[in-house]
């Protein structure tokens, strides 16, 4: 009985409208901004350490995903790849 109880609860959880309306917030909210890093000077995209093209990636990713997440993984992976290169 207990252990139905605690599926039926996790199910709902992840399956309510309120759950999934909050994540697409959160990540139109990364979405807006990502969008407002094509603002800035090249100097400073190159401190942060992301291109345009990854920014303008990111920006087009459905709602499904967090943009500013998958702008920091593309951008770690890319500044891995070329570390390799050097070594």
């Known amino acids: 009985m207990t252990d ?3 599926s039926q609860t996790n199910t709902r959880r992840i399956a309510s409208p309120r759950f ?3 994540a697409i917030y959160r990540n139109w909210k990364a979405r807006r901004q990502v969008k407002k890093l094509q603002d800035r000077d090249d100097r400073i995209l190159d401190d942060i350490g992301v291109t345009r093209d990854e920014i303008a990636w990111a ?3 459905p709602l499904s995903a967090n943009a500013a997440d998958e702008l920091d993984r593309v951008a770690y992976r890319r500044r891995k790849e070329e570390q390799l290169k050097w070594l």
């Open 4 to 6: 139905r109880a605690i």
């Open 20 to 22: 999934t309306l909050s």
């Open 59 to 61: 920006s087009h990713l």
